[in-house]
């Protein structure tokens, strides 16, 4: 079983910056094709970013490229998304997950993924 703890999230103006961090207690996140997801109140889990096994293959979704930046870091111990130029829609639960080990490319369909972090809030004020 895979546990996972997001950090980061806050609350920004416009514009603004803000790292999102997720850490998988005791793996290496090298082992995972993985994701970030967003949830808006009264609206569906979506896709946001994925990266693959190696970092090699990354996908954005269209509302967010060009503005957020997903990577591991060289350990492969952490999963960051930066997340720049913020606007008012990109408030929501934010989510990291990891797919399957059989997986090396990363989807966009949350069931696809097997393992959720708990999510951390992301407000960003008009």
């Known amino acids: 079983q895979v546990q996972l703890v997001e950090s980061g999230g806050g609350l920004v103006q416009a514009g603004g910056s803000l790292k999102l961090s997720c850490a998988a207690s005791?793996?290496?996140?090298?082992?995972?094709?993985m994701g970030w997801f967003r949830q808006a109140p009264g609206k569906e889990r979506e896709f946001v970013a994925g990266?693959?096994?190696?970092?090699?293959?990354?996908l954005y979704a269209d509302s967010v490229k060009g503005r957020f930046t997903i990577s591991k870091d060289a350990a492969k111990i952490t999963m960051y998304l930066q997340m720049n130029s913020l606007k008012p829609d990109d408030t929501a639960v934010y989510f990291c997950?990891?797919?399957?080990?059989?997986?090396?490319?990363?989807?966009?369909?949350?069931?696809?993924?097997?393992?959720w972090g708990q999510g951390t809030q992301v407000t960003v004020s008009s």
């Open positions: 997950a990891t797919q399957p080990t059989t997986r090396t490319i990363p989807r966009t369909t949350s069931s696809d993924y097997d393992y």
């Open positions: 005791g793996r290496t996140l090298s082992n995972y094709a």
């Open positions: 990266i693959s096994k190696s970092g090699a293959t990354i």
